[in-house]
């Protein structure tokens, strides 16, 4: 099976622009979640879709969002970016609820 | 929230050598789940240990679990160079789906 992938790997944004971060789990896996890291907060949850519905959202404000679509693919928005977006985004799928996760290698998102 | 946290926070050692990280935890947990990351890159999925175990083994890897304690600790015997990673613990609540991460700890194994 083909692992999971996120796009694009690397983008370059201006503070106030938007972006759009695109990720396909693995075949079969109906959850997807997205996380954060960054070099002084770490590794934060973002949220978590399982078949089209948010079932959680980490601390971040209403400028962060997604969806998931009935392939199971997701997208994560960030509405006027700001320089603290800098980050290292991460999706992960698993088959089942608070299972291994399975991560993509990320898109790494510079805010100037 | 639960917050993995993980002790010590950079190790180095020789080839060969056997590496061991502690992760602490603050409430009751599903499970526990250590990772890799290598330079930045996506997590890999080491091994995942449930709140009833109290020891996990993978082929190198050996992780133990104390829920009276609160912690796990994740031991890489004979490590290698290509071991050089930081690994993270993260822990899963009961009714949740999320990793809480802990902050890391920076391996380096010197061939």
């Known amino acids: 099976k083909a692992g999971v992938t996120q796009t694009p790997r690397y983008l370059i944004k201006t503070r106030g622009q938007q972006v759009t971060l695109s990720c396909s789990p693995i075949?079969?896996?109906?959850?997807v979640s997205w996380y954060q890291q960054t070099p002084g907060q770490g590794l934060q949850f973002l949220f978590e879709?399982?078949?089209?519905?948010?079932?959680n959202k980490g601390n971040f404000p209403g400028r962060f969002s997604g969806r998931q679509f009935s392939n199971s693919r997701s997208e994560m928005n960030v509405s006027t970016l700001e320089l603290g977006d800098s980050a290292l985004y991460l999706c992960?799928?698993?088959?089942?609820?608070?299972?291994?996760?399975?991560f993509g290698p990320g898109t790494r998102l510079t805010v100037l | 929230s639960q917050q993995g946290e993980e002790d010590p926070q950079a190790l180095s050692i020789q080839e060969g050598e056997n590496a061991t990280m502690n992760c602490s935890y603050k409430t009751s947990i599903n499970n526990l789940q250590w990772y890799r990351q290598n330079s930045g890159r996506g997590l890999v999925h080491l091994i995942l240990i449930r709140s009833n175990e109290r020891e996990k083994h993978s082929g190198r890897l050996r992780v133990t679990l104390d829920t009276s304690k609160k912690s796990s600790s994740l031991l890489i015997t004979a490590s290698r160079a290509a071991d050089t990673a930081s690994y993270f613990c993260a822990t899963v609540a009961y009714g949740n789906n999320r990793l809480a991460f802990g902050k890391g700890n920076q391996v380096v194994v010197i061939p």
């Open positions: 075949s079969g896996h109906r959850s």
């Open positions: 992960a799928s698993s088959p089942e609820v608070a299972g291994t996760k399975f």
């Open positions: 879709y399982f078949s089209e519905t948010q079932r």
